[in-house]
């Protein structure tokens, strides 16, 4: 692996641990803590996200020269259907922990994300923008385009999509992470170039937001309570 592979590692983890000093400088200038959260996310992975392009910038003219990605209009059809079934995916992966694992639907970690976004709108511009780009650097670019060049797809795509899943911090929903995480990384083989899983994750992440950000705590108790009944229902028919 390159060294500066190594590098972009570094970076990505730097961002996302600088909340550590960059949070407490913001509060002891006067910011609330959710505001000051919010403003040191979107300046840490704006910068993160700003060198790593530019560390990327060998592989991107390597890219060119040997020309073995898609097209642009293969890369845009893929990025299209690409959402669709890393949906398809989410769906098979939530039957699969709710039926079989006996796990409630719904992330905290996306709810939490989310409140971050009602309090300070911005902090959108991370969830959809930045975060997709970093992840995909990170997970699929590197680590499964790494392991995949001295394996195979399957070995290559579960390491990435257990990393990818666990990066989340929510181990509940490992199931529904590594799934996305599997069909961003056959995004990824199919066109050859990152830019598809990119469009596509972003794409996804924008779905998310824009369908949570109207919902409050108690709509989402309710939705919550309105899928356990026809859990419940469903359960009483196959048994």
Same mark, same amino acid.
């Given at each position: ?6 590098? $972009? #590692? ?25 505001? @000051? ?28 020269? %040997? ?7 293969? &890369? ?9 079934? @890393? ?9 699969? =922990? ?10 905290? !970690?996306? %709810? ?12 959108? #511009? ?16 590197? #680590? ?7 394996? !195979? ?40 170039? &990152?830019?598809?899983? &990119? $469009?596509?994750?972003?794409?996804? !992440? ?10 409050? =705590? ?5 939705? /919550?309570?309105?899928?356990? /009944? ?10």
């Amino acid at each position: 692996m390159p060294s500066r592979y190594w590098y $972009i #590692i570094a970076i990505y983890i730097a961002a996302q641990l600088s909340s550590v000093i960059g949070v407490p400088l913001l509060m002891m200038v006067g910011m609330e803590k959710e505001i @000051a959260i919010t403003s040191w996310a979107v300046f840490s992975f704006f910068v993160a996200t700003l060198i790593i392009v530019f560390m990327l910038k060998p592989d991107m003219k390597q890219a060119s020269e %040997q020309r073995e990605r898609s097209s642009a209009g293969n &890369i845009a059809l893929w990025s299209f259907l690409g959402v669709f079934l @890393a949906y398809f995916a989410q769906m098979i992966a939530i039957l699969i =922990e709710t039926f079989l694992l006996g796990i409630k639907p719904g992330s905290e !970690n996306t %709810q939490d994300l989310m409140e971050f976004a009602r309090v300070s709108p911005v902090f959108i #511009i991370v969830m959809v923008l930045f975060a997709p780009i970093l992840e995909e650097v990170i997970f699929r670019k590197i #680590i499964f385009g790494t392991i995949y060049k001295r394996t !195979n797809f399957i070995v290559a795509v579960l390491v990435s999509a257990l990393a990818f899943a666990a990066s989340h911090f929510d181990f509940t929903h490992m199931v529904v992470y590594t799934a996305m995480g599997i069909v961003f990384a056959y995004l990824y083989v199919k066109t050859k170039s &990152i830019i598809t899983p &990119i $469009i596509a994750h972003m794409a996804m !992440n924008t779905v998310v937001v824009l369908g949570q950000y109207s919902l409050s =705590e108690e709509d989402f108790k309710r939705m /919550q309570e309105q899928f356990d /009944q026809l859990q419940t229902i469903l359960g009483g028919f196959f048994l």
